[in-house]
């Protein structure tokens, strides 16, 4: 009897409330190779000074709690069969903290689990196992305001830690200078006796700050595949490049490609505090897991026979194109950007309702990857009744929905080479408008609906009826609108309906 793979089961939510962002990403299924299918987050800071004062600050929550109401009626937008709620260290820690859980509880019309220290320490290797079944090591989890160390060996966690090491638990004056607190760190990972036995088994760094020093080594040895997944670095050269970027500044850090703007104050203090560990541990090598805490707990809920499946396997049997029944199509795209573009240019117009068409078509790549698959694919397409500069708009277009191009990039040569300055400018815009679309909609029809755009004097106008609301509109939405209505040299402004 042939092998007929089952459809997959529905989508599933997990919204991260950690102490630093609140981040929420929805998976297509909850099976052993979960896809994630939208990912965003937004910070709030609720472990700022959380040592001085004890509690969440009041800015924080406020941000917080409008974030989860968004976070939540989008998730619920995408028909998802569950929504995971987590809470970690800072509202664990916070005097506040069951304060600010009933208060979110309420708004939102979900439980919110907040986690033990143990819990999030087994989540994280939870999630490590999913994403490298073998793992035979430390596994360290760097959050904003904590460090989960965990032994993992032959597919199980052994002895565990949390250890308030996370940066927001340091004042701004030893971000900037690590060095001041080196002692500190170093008399707290004293008393952690399990790490002796890291000695020449591998670390697995979880957690962006960690990832962000992982592309920075990339880029400095030209490493050709950008995906931070299983990136191994020896022993040796992980720690002197982690007592390098120690002692970089943000000014250095800044003109490094592919760091947040975000990561540019707390990147110092993560080489510092990988560069202790890795003097403590004395591991083989340093590997890269970009499985950690969510996706750990999507694992904890399979069945043991579930979990023990091949993930490589079951992700390429279950590997189809497949979209959301509900979910914006080209056409759809093309009517809702349209009114933001001046232009009459039939032959514009039709080039960006291809690119529209078009959107998706990097979809299932790997997020690093999609500007320039999007690219790549669009440049390359068996078209016709296109000119090549045609090809160049449009791949443009798609790619900027995505990511900023880089134009230096080999990929981009026939870009640089096809378009005026000015189409390229085009182009972006278009891909800027298709970006603003998916952010207030998750790429959801029926949600792109509840908003409107439209020109007004020297205004790009973003309008949302009343049942939509603050619910759904939130501060990622505003910093998309103001990019797209820059690149058309336009005034952002928002209306409530």
């Known amino acids: 009897m042939p092998n007929i793979a089952l459809p997959p089961s529905p989508p599933v939510a997990v919204v991260d409330i950690g102490s630093n962002s609140v981040r929420l990403v929805v998976y297509d299924n909850n099976e052993r190779a979960p896809l994630p299918v939208f990912n965003e987050k937004v910070l709030c800071g609720l472990g700022r000074d959380l040592d001085q004062t004890g509690a969440l600050p009041d800015e924080g929550v406020e941000r ?22 987590l809470a970690t260290a800072a509202v664990r820690e916070a005097s506040n903290g069951p304060e600010f859980v009933n208060l979110a509880e309420g708004l939102c019309g979900q439980k919110i689990s907040v986690l033990s220290g143990e819990e999030e320490a087994r989540y994280a290797a939870y999630g490590l196992l999913s994403g490298t079944p073998g793992a035979n090591g430390i ?17 199980k966690t052994g002895a565990y830690v949390t250890l308030p090491l996370g940066p927001v638990r340091f004042e701004e004056r030893d971000l900037q200078s690590p060095a001041k607190a080196v002692k500190r760190v170093d008399e707290i990972l004293a008393g952690v006796n399990f790490l002796d036995s890291g000695n020449d088994r591998p670390f697995y760094a979880v957690g962006g700050a960690w990832r962000s020093i992982a ?10 595949l950008h995906i931070i997944h299983n990136y191994q670095m ?32 707390t990147l110092p203090f993560a080489g510092m505090l990988m560069h202790r560990l890795l003097l403590r541990t004395r591991p083989s090598e340093v590997i890269m897991s970009a499985y950690g805490l969510r996706e750990g707990s999507l694992y904890s809920h399979l069945r043991p026979d579930v979990q023990a499946k091949d993930p490589l396997l079951e992700s390429c049997r279950l590997f189809v194109l497949r979209r959301h029944k509900a979910a914006v199509d080209g056409d759809q795209l093309f009517d809702w950007i349209s009114p933001a573009f001046e232009t009459s240019d039939p032959a514009e117009s039709r080039l960006r309702h291809a690119a529209c068409m078009l959107s998706d078509v990097a979809r299932l790549e790997h997020p690093d990857y999609r500007a320039d698959h999007s690219l790549m694919r669009v440049l390359r397409f068996p078209f016709v009744g296109v000119q090549h500069k045609d090809r160049a708009f449009m791949s443009m277009a798609v790619a900027s929905r995505h990511a900023r191009l880089n134009e230096k990039s080999d990929t981009a040569k026939a870009i640089t080479y096809l378009l005026s300055d000015d189409e390229k400018r085009r182009a972006r815009a278009i891909g800027l408008g298709m970006r603003l679309a998916f952010s207030v909609s998750g790429g959801i029809a029926t949600l792109l609906e509840r908003f409107r755009l439209s020109l007004e004097d020297e205004n790009l106008v973003l309008e949302f009826d009343a049942e939509a ?8 939405v505003e910093r998309r609108l103001g990019t797209f209505a820059k690149s058309l040299n336009r005034v952002p402004m928002i209306r409530r309906l």
């Not at 592309?215 to 050709?224: F, K």
């Not at 609301?469 to 990622?476: A, E, K, L, N, T």
Request: hydrophobic share 40%; aromatic share 6%.
């Open 64 to 85: 917080a709690l409008r974030t989860l109401v968004r976070f939540v009626n989008l998730a619920q937008s995408m028909d998802v069969s569950r929504i995971d709620i």
């Open 469 to 476: 609301g603050d619910s759904i509109y939130g501060d990622v």
């Open 139 to 155: 596994l360290g989890d760097l959050g904003g305001g904590s460090v989960e160390l965990v032994d993992v060996a032959a597919g």
């Open 234 to 265: 020896p022993y040796d050269q992980a720690l002197e490049f982690s007592h390098f970027v120690s002692n970089l500044s943000a000014q250095t850090l800044s003109k490094a490609p592919g760091i947040s703007k975000r990561r540019l104050d």
């Open 215 to 224: 592309r920075l080594h990339m880029e400095q040895t030209g490493y050709p």
